[in-house]
């Protein structure tokens, strides 16, 4: 199967859709403000935007619709998706959300005080959004390995223990909790090892601090740590996940992603009082413990999903699919992050841009060429990270660029991967062509969802 890459699934349904021509394309980029987050879906005939809630369900998922209890209060799918998470995460309580962001605000919300610090590995978008919101500061405590796309770094997306014990020394009584993500999105997708979530576990314990793991993506995370990690090759990716998760004190996840679900989402822990006050928040932002904010056919299929985004035979076949569309990258001259990861391929843009400076956003320039070449979809941004730089003893903003090319799951087949490749291949031929572009708006929070770009020149 590596090899063909024939998936271990066939296709029972096709949704049709549509390159719009050239002069088109155009004028579609003018109008969005050369934004990938103002183009509509009928506008594209390639989607990588984003891996999040893009799956295509299965038909035992779509069967699970039809068996929602829509009682308001204590619903039978509620119970269904509850043991399926308990067996999963070895957590007692689960609240269900309806997404990660949710989960992200019920947790945080519980936690975080205006004042405190939160470390972790990198922090994500909403995941940052949310800790500034309850007026808290991410420290990302990454290592240089960031920045580097000319080795490989088979888990890129470890915390570095030097910069977590150097925080833990300095600020320990600001720090209610650290939080861990894998796959690493910010790390270009790539995993952490159990060694690191151990490590970090014995660093944590010296100051009675729990971990929480935000783990939307821990499936395909602990599927490379089987392949890549000693000792874990003749585990099964179940009991590598439950072996991870007993490091921490409690997950939650968007199952947008490894749970092959289109919503939906949970937070998971093991004590009692903290899962009490999150079921209290969770009834202000989105509804009755047993069903949070979703329509329990929902929950009937989170249950069939997560139990179907462990299925070993889909994993490989994912993890090889995202490979091989790196390995076309990287035949056309593209620098990518190596080995590649889970949600996607990730590109050093200035490998295809070396005359455009940071300010001629020529993250911006490939999304726009890719589109414009091709009608593919995908995103390019500056992402902060408040990096600890030890020898100084200061954190600092720096920003990590790349453009990311995330993969939809079990929806997008070998052929759309070459299709992507062909048009990377036009672009890097005319890359020299475009001069880059300036912002014309950026808001403060979350900025590069409402962001418009005009060309230079």
Same mark, same amino acid.
């Given at each position: ?41 009928e506008?594209?005939?390639i ?21 929602g209890?829509e ?19 070895g ?16 947790l ?78 910010v ?17 944590a ?68 009082? +903290?899962?009490? !006050?999150? =079921?209290?928040?969770?009834? &202000?932002? %989105?509804? /009755?413990?047993?069903? $949070?904010?979703?329509?329990? #056919?929902?929950?009937?299929v989170?249950?069939?999903g ?8 889909? +994993?490989?076949? !994912?993890? =090889?699919?995202?490979?091989? &569309?790196? %390995?076309? /990258?990287?035949?056309? $001259?593209?620098?990518?992050? #190596? ?16 005359? +455009? ?8 320039? &490939? ?6 070449? $091709?009608g ?80 230079i020149?």
């Amino acid at each position: 199967m590596r090899e063909t890459l024939a998936p271990p699934f066939r296709i029972k349904a096709v949704e049709y859709v549509r390159l719009p021509d050239r002069g088109e394309r155009e004028r579609i980029l003018r109008e969005a403000g050369y934004s990938p987050f103002r183009i509509r879906s009928e506008e594209v005939y390639i989607d990588l935007l984003t891996d999040s809630g893009t799956a295509a369900m299965s038909d035992e998922q779509w069967a699970a619709m039809m068996r929602g209890d829509e009682a308001y209060v204590g619903s039978r799918n509620y119970y269904r998706f509850e043991g399926v998470v308990r067996e999963i995460t070895g957590f007692e309580h689960v609240i269900p959300t309806h997404q990660g962001r949710a989960a992200e605000n019920v947790l945080f919300g519980s936690l975080i005080k205006p004042g405190d610090i939160i470390p972790g590995n990198t922090h994500f978008d909403t995941t940052r959004a949310h800790i500034v919101d309850k007026g808290g500061r991410p420290i990302d405590l990454i290592g240089e390995w960031l920045w580097d796309f000319e080795h490989e770094y088979p888990f890129k997306g470890n915390l570095d223990p030097a910069r977590l014990e150097y925080i833990l020394k300095e600020h320990h009584e600001r720090i209610p909790f650290i939080l861990l993500t894998g796959v690493n999105n910010v790390a270009c997708s790539s995993p952490i090892s159990m060694e690191n979530i151990k490590e970090t576990r014995e660093l944590a314990e010296r100051y009675d601090i729990p971990i929480y793991i935000d783990a939307c993506r821990f499936f395909e995370n602990c599927y490379l740590i089987k392949l890549r990690e000693s000792g874990y090759h003749n585990k099964s990716v179940a009991e590598i996940v439950r072996e991870a998760l007993s490091y921490a004190d409690g997950c939650y996840m968007s199952c947008k992603k490894d749970g092959l679900v289109n919503i939906g989402g949970f937070v998971s822990v093991g004590d009692e009082e +903290l899962a009490q !006050r999150c =079921r209290e928040r969770l009834v &202000l932002y %989105e509804g /009755f413990p047993t069903y $949070g904010g979703l329509a329990r #056919r929902d929950l009937e299929v989170m249950a069939v999903g997560l139990m179907e985004g462990l299925d070993e035979r889909y +994993l490989e076949w !994912r993890i =090889r699919q995202v490979e091989y &569309l790196g %390995e076309l /990258f990287s035949r056309l $001259g593209v620098r990518v992050s #190596r080995p590649t990861g889970g949600s996607g391929v990730f590109v050093d843009v200035y490998s295809i841009y070396p005359h +455009l400076t940071d300010e001629k956003l020529p993250e911006v320039a &490939l999304f726009a060429d890719m589109y414009l070449e $091709g009608g593919v979809r995908m995103v390019g941004a500056p992402f902060p990270v408040d990096f600890v730089d030890l020898e100084r003893g200061e954190v600092e903003r720096r920003s990590f660029k790349f453009a990311r090319f995330a993969i939809p799951r079990r929806a997008l087949t070998k052929a759309h991967m070459e299709y992507v490749a062909a048009v990377m291949g036009r672009v890097t031929e005319r890359s020299r062509l475009n001069k880059g572009f300036r912002v014309v708006y950026w808001p403060e929070i979350l900025g590069h969802f409402f962001a418009r770009f005009e060309p230079i020149g």
